[in-house]
């Protein structure tokens, strides 16, 4: 993702660089960091001492890893960034890579350790204690690693042990060593990790006390940066057109463009006949009358429900859906002679798209509105493409969106076209509508609605024979969906009470006429997706 800085919000922040030796938490430092204020990106390992110099970060930390340094095809830092005057801070394989650079000795342990430690900062015969400043001696940590450092480099020592750890933080004075010329650490255990008792306190220390980081990341600052930027870049006349769904990714990007540009914005929400009960609606209320935000609802029902019948397999039903969202924008932002389009691109995708891991299976294809750029030729505008999700939320708050919107559990772009599991009609739809409206009301009334990641009923594509008042019934079988989820990545499902149950099934077999039989759905992901095509 090297891309010109003129373009990125390197510029107006102290910036702290995490190098990813492939780490499974090497973006959770990017985002403790920012959580305490400091701006941080996620680089390569193996970004090479020149683009460093141009980003010029105030320090860098090199993250954990599964290798082992002392492999033939582990990855490694370019040994010059050593030079550059940056502070550095190695975390696990990071601190390990020090000590096998910088003329030290890694191997591999006799013991592994994971989980709790103890440790104990020890005697500090220098200046080493500003990673410990103010903090208890003796604290819990948290480790992860099989390979320890048995001896360490010229002009470093250790900062703090633990029983079976030596070095479990240690510190190499500037200049004590021939290439080293700012203050370098190197911590055995995790500090990112929420097990480390003080580890957020370790971080804030690096970057305030070793870096001189000011801890100048804040949403309100982040606002008014974004919105002078949105303007620098589409100039006094450009349009800005943007597809909106009323989801809070796309909603904030085009709050902070309306913002900028006020009018010059055109936002399209497209009512695919896909959508929940009373959604279009809602979401044209919310983003015009509430957010004022300039937006036209494009009713093509017709086309995605014509295109849609007689598609049964889930991946053909999302192909199908994405062309016909490709044809709706297209034909808008020809109508307006739009210059550039905005996509509410976050943080996580480009660390995606980054990441030296190599591409995964494909699970699902996720409709988004990537396809459509260069078939537009439209130049993009991406407000959010250095943000994470709960920073996106905190943003929406500072741009005044209400907290309903924001806190809203996300809809897929395909809508109720995958939810409604075989064949897709306006009959089977409203069911489904019916139904999770119903669910949804009653999670709302008892309280439970922002405790739960995402909830939503299923039509599935099999009936069920029933008796209702001495008559059989042969009808459809809703399922219930509910699960508990930070990332949306991994899910459990959410452990319903009993009553709220009950009340939800009653209600939909009395009101819903077609269903007779309602299921819980008990499974987490993985094994299982949390939709059900
Ligand atoms: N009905 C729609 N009309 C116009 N654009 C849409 C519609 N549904 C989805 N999109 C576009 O597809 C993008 C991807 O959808 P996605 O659900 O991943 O994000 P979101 O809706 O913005 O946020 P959330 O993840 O909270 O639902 C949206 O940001 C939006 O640009
Ligand atoms: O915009 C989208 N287009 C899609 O095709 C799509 N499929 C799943 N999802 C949403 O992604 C999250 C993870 O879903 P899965 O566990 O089902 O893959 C959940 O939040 C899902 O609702 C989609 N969103
Ligand atoms: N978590 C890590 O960074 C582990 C580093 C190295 N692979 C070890 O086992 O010690
Ligand atoms: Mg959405």
């Not at 780490?23 to 996620?42: K, N, P, T, W």
């Not at 909830?455 to 059989?472: C, P």
Request: aromatic share 8%.
């Amino acid at each position: 993702m090297t891309e010109p800085l003129e373009n990125s919000i390197h510029a107006g922040h102290d910036l702290l660089v995490v190098l990813d030796f492939g780490s499974q938490y090497a973006h959770l430092i990017v985002r403790r960091l920012r959580d305490i204020g400091f701006y941080s990106e996620l680089h390569p390992y193996d970004v090479g001492p020149e683009r460093l110099m141009e980003l010029k970060p105030k320090g860098l930390i090199l993250s954990g890893g599964p290798a082992s340094v002392y492999e033939s095809d582990s990855p490694h830092l370019d040994a010059r960034i050593f030079s550059l005057g940056i502070p550095i801070l190695g975390i696990c394989y990071g601190m390990q890579e020090i000590a096998y650079q910088l003329g030290g000795k890694v191997e591999c342990g006799d013991k592994r350790e994971y989980g709790h430690a103890t440790l104990q900062v020890v005697e500090d015969p220098a200046d080493g204690g500003a990673l410990f400043h103010g903090l208890k001696t003796s604290c819990s940590v948290w480790m992860s690693h099989g390979d320890r450092v048995i001896s360490l480099p010229e002009g470093f020592y250790p900062i703090a042990r633990t029983e079976n750890c030596n070095y479990a933080a240690v510190y190499g004075q500037p200049n004590a060593h021939a290439s080293v010329l700012a203050p370098i650490y190197g911590l055995q255990f995790h500090p990112e990790v929420s097990h480390s008792e003080h580890g957020t306190e370790v971080l804030a220390n690096f970057c305030r006390a070793v870096c001189g980081c000011r801890g100048d990341w804040y949403m309100e600052a982040f606002l008014e940066e974004a919105i002078r930027t949105i303007r620098e870049q589409t100039g006094e006349h450009a349009l800005v057109v943007g597809a909106l769904s009323g989801g809070v990714d796309s909603t904030v990007a085009a709050l902070l463009v309306s913002r900028a540009i006020g009018d010059r914005f055109r936002g399209i929400f497209v009512d695919n006949g896909l959508l929940r009960k009373n959604e279009a609606t809602d979401v044209m209320a919310m983003l015009r009358d509430q957010m004022h935000v300039q937006v036209d609802c494009i009713n093509a029902s017709t086309h995605f429900l014509d295109a849609l019948a007689g598609v049964t397999d889930p991946e053909e039903k999302r192909k199908t859906i994405g062309n016909q969202f490709i044809k709706v924008f297209e034909e808008q932002a020809r109508k307006i002679s739009a210059d550039f389009l905005l996509q509410g691109t976050l943080y996580p995708d480009v660390i995606e798209s980054i990441s030296h891991k190599g591409p995964s299976a494909t699970i699902k294809t996720h409709h988004n509105v990537g396809g459509l750029p260069q078939r537009m030729r439209l130049k993009l505008i991406e407000p959010l493409r250095y943000l994470f999700k709960d920073e996106v939320r905190k943003l929406g708050l500072v741009l005044g969106l209400p907290a309903e919107v924001v806190y809203r559990h996300p809809f897929p772009g395909p809508g109720l076209a995958i939810r409604v599991l075989g064949e897709i009609t306006s009959e089977r739809l409203n069911k489904l509508r019916e139904a999770d409206a119903i669910f949804l009301h009653e999670l709302r009334r008892a309280g439970l609605y922002e405790q739960i990641g995402q909830a939503f009923a299923v039509l599935l594509s099999s009936k069920a024979v029933g008796v209702m008042g001495d008559f059989r019934t042969y009808e459809e079988v809703i399922a219930l969906r509910a699960v508990a989820t930070s990332d949306y990545m991994t899910a459990d499902w959410y452990p319903l009470p009993f009553e709220v149950l009950r009340r939800i099934s009653l209600r939909i077999v009395n009101e819903v006429s077609g269903v007779n039989r309602i299921v819980y759905d008990v499974t987490s992901k993985p094994p299982g997706t949390i939709e059900w095509e």
